[in-house]
């Protein structure tokens, strides 16, 4: 065996590379599904691609697309976009030192910042090995990420109704699995259970969209209790 067939057979038997092109399949159908819900609502194609290449955010894009579709006001949709990712800042201080000092590599390196390039890239234990698992995996992500929106979009053009294929169960559901693993925490399940309640009781009084937005709340769950209710909480 050669020595680039070795270095090919060693890539794929990477437990990391495995998880990467494993969440970026994931990823790849919840971005169809992206695509065809935005097309099927009324926005055009090429905004929607324009969208999923800048953005990159996939819970945001999704929460825009519901604000606009239902008659939001595009301030609401920008502000609603900031606060559901204003997560980043505490992710670039996590890992704003794993990106070379050239300004180059910071702008692209803050574009592929997501949720899973940070969490891949902290489980690692040297500095190069959260280095490697960072950029494999924004770099992974964005190529999945971006293609499927436009080819969602194409598929929501020809279908019309992206419940046909089941693409409008596809976002929930990758976001279940996200947070399944973290729900032993109790603060974490008080915190969902306070934002479920807010969600289901506001879906029939609030347009498409606001409802996740006033769902936030629940994140004043995940507060440490007074040291007073904590006592309290333990006898």
Partial sequence: MSTLERTRAGFWRDALVRDVLSM?????IVGASLGA??????????????MGAVVFAGGSEFMVVGLVAAGAAPVTAVLGGLML?????PFGMAVGGLLDRGWPSRLIGSHLMVDESVAFALAQETTAEKKRAYWLTGIALYCAWAPSVFLGGLLGQSVGDPGAFGLDAAMPAALLALVMPSLREFRTLRAVAVGVFVALVTTPVLPEGLPVMAALVGLAAALPLPKRLVGEETR
């Avoid at 970026?24 to 790849?28: E, F, K, Q, Y």
Wanted: hydrophobic residues 65%.
């Fill in 37 to 50: 819900i935005a097309v099927s609502k009324g926005v055009p194609l090429w905004m929607i691609t324009l």
């Fill in 24 to 28: 970026a399949l994931a990823m790849a």
């Fill in 85 to 89: 990712n204003a997560r980043h800042l």
